[in-house]
C-alpha cells in the first residue's frame, strides 16, 4: 500500500510568493548613513552635490580673480618704463666748474637748462642727444689779483652719449651713460673773453629715470672733462677743466 506522505512531482501544486513592491527613489533625494555620534539629521545627495558646486564655483571665482589682478599687472608693467623714442625736457639744472690747477681759472657755476632725445636699440641700451645752455649768474669769482662780484660766462653744451639701463621690468630705471660733445663758451669781455670759443668735452654719469605710461621724471648726473686750448682765453680754456653738471627733468614717452 503506498505512503500517501509521498506525492509524485506532477501533484506537487506550486505557489508564487507575493514579493514586497519597492518605491524607486532617485538618487539625489537618498539619504547619507550618519556618522557614529553625528547629528540625527542625514543630508540627502543632492544637498552635498549643491555644497560641492558651491565651493567649487567659489574656488573658480577665487582664481579667476587672482588671474584678472596678474593681468592687471602685467599689462601695467609692459607700459611702464621707457618707449622706443623719448624726450626730456631741463628746467632746471646746475653746472659747476672746479677751478684751473695751473692757470688758477676761478671756479664758477651756472644755472641749466635745456632738452634731449633718446633712442632705443634694444630693452637695455639707447642713444641720445642733448643740448643743455648754462645762465651766467653773478657769484663771487676768486682771481689771483683778489675776489670779484661778477656775471659767469654763458655757454651751450652739446653731446652724444650711449645709455645703459639697469636689466628690470619696473616704472624706475636706474642707469649709466657716457659720450663726447663740444662746449661752446660765448664772449664776455668783463672776464676776457673777446670772442666765441669751442671746446672738446667728454662726459660720464648716470642718473635714474620713472616712466608710467606717457609722463615721467628723470634725475641725472655728469662728470664733465674739457679739452684745453692754447688760444683760449686766460679766464677758462688754457688748461683741461673738469666740472659738474646735475639737472631734473620731465619725461615725455613719443613712441612705443
Known sequence: ???????????????????????????????????????????TVAESNNSREAVMKRWIAVLMAVAGLATNAYAQESQSGPGTVV?????????????????????????????????????????EGEVTGAIGVTQDLKFATGTQSLKSPDFVNYSGNIVVRAPNHSAVVPY?????????????????????????????????AWLDGRWGLRADYRFIAMRSKDDAPSFFGQETRYGHRVYGGVLINVGR
Open 87 to 127: 624726450v626730456t625736457i631741463i628746467p632746471a639744472g646746475g653746472t659747476f666748474f672746479t677751478e684751473g690747477k695751473d692757470t688758477k681759472g676761478p671756479s664758477f657755476g651756472n644755472y641749466g637748462l635745456g632738452g634731449a632725445v633718446s633712442v632705443s636699440i634694444n630693452r637695455f641700451l639707447a642713444v
Open 176 to 208: 649709466a651713460t657716457g659720450g663726447v660733445g663740444g662746449l661752446t663758451l660765448l664772449d664776455k669781455a668783463s672776464l676776457g673773453i673777446p670772442d666765441t670759443q669751442t671746446f672738446l668735452t667728454g662726459n660720464v654719469g648716470g642718473g635714474v
Open 1 to 43: 500500500m503506498a505512503d500517501p506522505g509521498i506525492v509524485r512531482k506532477d501533484e506537487i501544486a506550486l505557489v508564487r510568493a507575493a514579493r514586497p513592491r519597492l518605491r524607486c527613489t532617485h538618487d539625489a533625494a537618498l539619504a547619507h548613513l550618519p556618522d557614529c555620534g553625528g547629528p540625527s539629521l542625514r543630508a
